[in-house]
Structures are given as C-alpha cells and as structure tokens.
C-alpha cells in the first residue's frame, strides 16, 4: 500500500501531498510535469525538495515517469502521448473560447467572464465545450443569466450552443465560494481571465482560501491571456438602465423561482437524486450553478476512496 512506503528520510507530509495530488489527476489519467505538482499540492514546499521525493517515489515503483511527467499509472508513456495531443487541441480551443467570451462579456450585467472547466486545465478533445464562469452586477444575476439563456437558444440552430455553456454564475455580492475544498480551489485556481480584471482581482482577494489547498504559486496551463480592464460599451450602458427601470429585483427574484421550478420539474421526471440536486443545482439570488454531473462530488467521492483504501 502507499501509506506503507512512507520513509523516515523523506518528509512524510509532502510524500502525502504528492501522491494526493497525482491521485487527484490520475482520475482523469492526465499526467503532471514535477511544476504542476508543486501548484496544485497542499504543502508549500520547494520545486528541488520535491524532485527529490519524485526520486524516492520513483525508486519505490509507485510513480512512473515519462519525459518530465508523472502518474501513478504505468502506462504513463501512452497518457502523456494522449496529453500532448489533448494540450495542443486545448491551446486552438482556448484561444476561440476567449473570442466567444469578449461576446459575452457584452450582454447586460456581465462583471467579469472566465473560460473554466477542461479548457482551463489544458484539455481537449473533439467533443470539448467552452464552458465559462460569469460574475454579474449585485441583484442582477438572474436577469442577465436570462437574456444570455436566450441567446443560447439560438445558437442550437447553428449547432454551436457547445461553445456558450454558462453553468455557474455568482453577483458581486456573493464572490466568496461557499464550497471550500480541493476540487473548487483548482476550479478557482485555473480560470484563464477573458474580460473583468477588476472583478477578477477582487474574485482572487475574496477566495484567498484556497492557499490552504495550493500554498505554492499556482501555473496554469495558460495565464497569457489576463483579462483587460474593459469598460462598457454605450449598448451594453443603455440596455442596463433600461432594465433597471423595470424594478430590477422584484424582476430578478422572479427569473429565479422560475428558473428554479423548472429545473425541479425537470430533473424530477429524469429521477435525478434530490439528495445531491441543492449542490449540482445551487440557486439563490446571488448564485447560480447548473452542474447536472456533479464532478465536484464525483471527484471527493473518488479521492475519499482512494485514501480510504490506503
């Protein structure tokens, strides 16, 4: 067992981080260069100090390495030939994504857009959406959530609605993330910034937490694109003042008990496990999360395993 490999010369802590961490991405069988662990690991240490655990790990056979990358899996040298592939697909995706951004960076109420999900972490494949975090103005949330679900509508009829998933929206109100664990410190952590630095800025301060999960500098897989500081433009200006003489509130309370209905009357009928839906479908009038998936507790569900076996 790993646990029982632990050596007295090496320090048992960041033994533990280490594999915690290769553990955490071995569930998605993507290798990390020996940088990437120090990033996303929960001890702060120093990149020699952990090579030189990488070495003892190595020597033990409990991770292998491939041209500067390390798995717990054997077949490491196939998962890095798939992750190259993956990171060079994800780079063209990325850069498209920040175009699709800047587009919803225009809608009313829109703060600040980052692209998250796989893309953020360097992944993709054919299959892969541009899935995007959205800060909006306070008490608005629902409102500009609204108009770009609208819009999204549309783009089914040109097939492109992969390239418009807004699945997690927070107002300036709410910046601090109430799930404080491993899984949504990376989430935070990896955000490549479209539009907002503001907001984005402020986004950071608000969720300094997750030095508690990522005590060393975090490298993403791409942090050349920081957001600029975009101001409004005189549509998106006119079309907010004119909504906000609609009485915003009363109106934006009232997307969310309707958004809210639907979405239990939906997933009723698919026989969705209401134990989990609050979390997968977090709705209140500061947030608003659509994760049908749930990968935030299929990862921890995962990892608890994984350590409980151990």
């Known amino acids: 067992m790993i646990a029982d490999t632990l050596n007295n010369t090496i320090d048992k802590s960041r033994q533990k981080a280490v594999l915690h961490t290769l553990q955490y991405y071995s569930l998605f069988h993507y290798p ?5 662990i120090l990033s996303n690991m929960a001890v ?43 990171n060079s697909l994800a780079a063209r995706k990325i850069s498209r ?11 009313p109420f829109v703060r600040f857009i980052g692209i998250s999900g796989s893309l ?25 959530r609204t108009l770009l679900h609208l819009f999204k509508k549309l783009t089914f009829l040109a097939g492109q609605q992969h390239k418009f998933c807004m699945n997690y929206f927070v107002d300036l109100q709410k910046l601090e993330i109430e799930e404080k664990n491993c899984y949504t410190a990376i989430e935070l952590a990896s955000l490549i910034p479209v539009s907002g630095a ?3 800025d402020q986004l950071q301060r608000d969720n300094d937490w997750i030095k508690k999960f990522l005590p060393n500098e975090y490298i993403g897989f791409s942090k050349k694109n920081d957001s600029a500081a975009n101001s409004k433009n005189m549509l998106k ?26 979405w239990r ?12 839906y609050d979390l997968a479908f977090k709705t209140t009038l500061h947030i608003s999360k659509n994760h049908s998936a749930n990968h935030q507790k299929r990862v921890l569900t995962a990892l608890s395993k994984l350590n409980s076996e151990q």
Not at 67 to 85: F, I, P, T
Not at 97 to 107: P, Q, S
Not at 265 to 276: E, F, G, L, T, V
């Open 265 to 276: 009357k939906k997933w009723a009928r698919k026989n969705y496990p209401m134990q989990d």
């Open 97 to 107: 994504a920040i175009g699709v951004g800047k587009f919803i960076y225009l809608f």
């Open 32 to 36: 990390l260069t020996a940088e990437e």
């Open 237 to 262: 200006r006119s079309l907010e003042s004119c909504i906000d003489l609609l009485g915003p509130a009363k109106l934006n309370a009232t997307f969310m008990k309707m958004t809210d209905t639907k």
């Open 120 to 144: 953020s972490k360097g992944y993709a494949d054919n299959k892969s959406d541009f899935d995007f975090f959205i800060v909006t103005e306070t008490n608005r949330l629902w409102i500009c």
């Open 198 to 200: 503001e907001v984005y």
């Open 44 to 86: 702060a240490t120093q990149l020699n100090l952990l090579k030189e655990t990488l070495d003892h790990l190595q020597m033990t056979g409990i991770v292998f390495d491939h041209d500067g990358y390390y798995s717990l899996e054997e077949n490491v040298e196939d998962l890095v030939y798939k992750r190259k592939q993956a």
